[in-house]
């Protein structure tokens, strides 16, 4: 797959992810259906938190977004687990809107390069990229339905 078209997917997932926002109360975002195990909340972080392991692996700039991020929001983790250093919605929401212009300078041989360890059977930076993309578009439809949950009480 071609960085051109990585990027094109990840744009397109990206519209989908930042339309969650949309009409959305504060106090639903933090809500925690009987139906479903975790919020809006930890949905949107948990879509950053993915992409930015991707972003900072291909930029070499790891900074504490990273593992600020998955302390909450990772694999494992829930609502429950916050605190007062857990990421607001709005520290999210600028965090997602700003990483697919981080990624855009992207060289393709970055890109192509080795993982430094298989992961689910992905071995270059390049299928990880795009699974994480698959990820994300994965949580959108979570978040739609759990929306349309929401809206219906």
């Known amino acids: 797959m071609s960085r051109e078209l990585l990027l094109f997917e990840l744009g397109k997932v990206r519209q989908w992810t930042l339309s ?8 639903d975002f933090h809500a925690v259906a009987a139906e479903f195990p975790n919020s809006l909340h930890w949905q949107l972080g948990h879509a950053a938190t993915m992409m930015e392991q991707v972003t900072q692996e291909l930029t070499d700039k790891n900074d ?12 494992g983790t829930s ?5 007062d250093e857990t990421p607001a919605i709005d520290e ?12 855009e300078d992207v060289e393709e041989e970055a890109i192509q390069q080795e993982l430094p360890e298989e992961f689910m059977g ?3 930076q390049e299928e ?4 994480t993309i698959m990820h994300e578009a994965m949580h959108v439809g979570k978040m739609q339905e759990m929306k349309r ?5």
């Open 64 to 75: 504490e977004t990273y593992q600020r991020y998955v302390k909450y929001f990772g694999y």
């Open 149 to 153: 949950v929401m809206n219906n009480r």
């Open 92 to 103: 999210i929401e600028a965090l997602l809107k700003g990483q697919p212009s981080r990624l």
């Open 20 to 27: 969650i926002f949309e009409g959305v109360e504060t106090e």
């Open 128 to 131: 990880m990229f795009g699974f």
């Open 122 to 124: 992905m071995t270059t």
């Open 79 to 83: 609502p429950d687990d916050y605190d």
